[in-house]
C-alpha cells in the first residue's frame, strides 16, 4: 500500500488521529506498507503518479493517471466523519 509518511504518521499517533478522526482499526489491517515522502511515479515510467495535496489531511494525495486517451486525476475517496 502506497501512502504518504504525513498521512499514515497522523494516524497512528493517537492525538493527531482523534484531532482527523483517524481510527487505525479502519486501515491498519497489516498490508505490506511502503510509505513515500512527496510526489511518486508508481512505475517509473510517468504513467500513474501520487502527488501530493496536503490540505484537509496531513497527507492527502490525489493519483495522476496518463493513458492512451486524455489524462484524469483521481481523489482517494474520503472516509466518514465520524462526528456527522
Not at 1 to 26: C, F, I, K, S
Request: proline fraction near 11%; glycine fraction near 10%.
Amino acid at each position: 500500500m502506497l501512502v504518504q509518511r504525513r498521512e499514515w504518521d497522523a494516524g497512528m499517533d493517537p492525538d493527531t488521529a482523534v484531532r482527523h478522526g483517524y481510527n487505525p482499526r479502519d486501515f491498519d489491517l497489516g498490508h505490506k506498507l511502503r510509505p513515500i515522502d512527496g510526489e511518486h511515479d508508481v512505475f517509473g515510467d510517468g504513467s500513474v503518479v501520487c502527488l501530493p495535496t496536503h490540505g484537509h489531511a496531513p497527507g492527502h494525495q490525489l493519483l495522476r493517471v496518463r493513458l492512451d486517451s486524455p489524462e484524469f486525476w483521481q481523489s482517494m475517496p474520503q472516509a466518514p466523519d465520524p462526528i456527522l
